[in-house]
């Protein structure tokens, strides 16, 4: 069964700084990534896609990257934000024993950024 | 639609009752999931559809809960004889094979009491 790890769970960080999430996989055989953003009482909006093919993805200031062989992917936020507080969780998609696809999703890591 | 819509965005129950929450995915989407997300859990899987392909029913947490999606478009999650436990945010997701990205609603907050 795939487990999906997000460290750290809350990260607290001062505004402008550069910062890492790490996200963690046991089950390398993944059809693709995606990491997510969710803010208080609302549902998530997709940042980032990777396919298992890829090494990254860029939006903006997000840089997303994977390394399936290891089981890891990181979340980069450049220079960061006071909007960009939330809680950043990454999902794994692969099929299951069944055949149909599914994403795992991790507990997330909740950021905020200090003015 | 423009984004995925979910109703009612908020839910209070007695426990013993039954509840339906309801999901309209994005026109042309494919793909359906719910999701459950309980205060300080990760989301959890219940239940995914996929076109005219019979549902993964695996992530149903007993037979008290059941899920339908007519002609390809509307989703309901039925929950029978609710319980306290099942208090939690039902999160609906849809996306246009099943692969891409995913779209969520911004889900129902369900409170059983």
């Known amino acids: 069964k795939q487990e999906v790890t997000q460290i750290p769970a809350a990260l607290s960080v001062p505004e402008g700084e550069n910062l890492v999430l790490n996200c963690s996989f046991t089950d390398s055989a993944i059809y693709n990534l995606q990491w997510f953003r969710q803010d208080p009482g609302k549902g998530l909006t997709s940042l980032l896609l990777?396919?298992?093919?890829?090494r990254e993805q860029t939006s903006g200031r997000l840089n997303a990257s994977l390394d399936k062989s290891s089981g890891r992917s990181t979340l980069y936020i450049a220079a960061s934000q006071p909007g960009d507080s939330a809680t950043y969780l990454c999902?794994?998609?692969?099929?299951?024993?069944?055949?149909?696809?599914?994403?795992?999703f991790g507990k997330g890591t909740k950021l905020s950024v200090i003015p | 639609g423009a984004g995925v819509s979910q109703s009612p965005s908020n839910k209070v129950t007695e426990k013993g009752k039954d509840v339906e929450l309801r999901c309209d995915p994005i026109?042309?989407?494919?793909?359906l999931y719910w999701y459950r997300q309980s205060l300080g859990q990760g989301l959890e899987f219940l239940i995914y559809f996929q076109g005219n392909s019979a549902p993964d029913k695996s992530g149903l947490p007993s037979d008290r809960f059941s899920a339908e999606r007519t002609g390809g478009s509307v989703s309901t999650l039925t929950i029978q004889r609710t319980q306290q436990e099942d208090s939690a945010v039902y999160l609906c997701?849809?996306?246009?094979?099943?692969?891409?990205?995913?779209?969520f609603g911004s889900g129902t907050r369900l409170t059983v009491v």
């Open positions: 990777i396919q298992s093919s890829q």
């Open positions: 999902a794994v998609g692969a099929y299951s024993g069944a055949g149909s696809y599914q994403l795992t």
């Open positions: 997701a849809s996306s246009v094979t099943g692969v891409d990205g995913y779209t």
């Open positions: 026109s042309g989407h494919t793909a």
